[in-house]
Nanobody
């Protein structure tokens, strides 16, 4: 696994949508996920998926954000709908060793992208 590469960030008004993409060298059975870090705050797990398991999300994005992956193209997506100002952050994709369940714990991940900025104006 090499460093994954994010894209799709940008500026949007509250209520708008963005879709982030992350290209991996290989997803396979690895756990993959999205994290974010807002200015002055700690990094937090946003969404994670592994294999064919049900994805997991942090509470604040439930029913607004949706994670999906294309194992053939090795691309991870994060569809973000109904964005709010509190979603403003740098978003990172990450990959970790295969595991049974998805995880929002950064300790489960080894490979990290450089991040893409999402700014939501109210």
């Amino acid at each position: 696994q090499v460093q994954p590469v994010e894209s799709g960030g940008g500026s949007v008004q509250a209520g708008g949508s963005l879709r982030l993409s992350c290209v991996y060298s290989s997803i396979g059975r690895n756990v993959v996920g999205w994290f974010r870090q807002a200015a002055g705050k700690e990094r937090e797990g946003v969404a994670s998926i592994v294999g064919f398991s049900t994805p997991t999300y942090t509470d604040s994005v439930l029913d607004r954000f949706f994670i999906s992956k294309d194992n053939e193209k090795n691309i991870l997506y994060l569809q973000m709908n109904n964005l709010i100002a509190e979603d403003t952050a740098t978003y990172y994709c990450a990959a970790g060793a295969p595991r049974r369940w998805p995880s929002l714990d950064s300790g489960a991940y080894t490979y990290w992208g450089r991040g893409t900025q999402v700014t939501v104006s109210s």
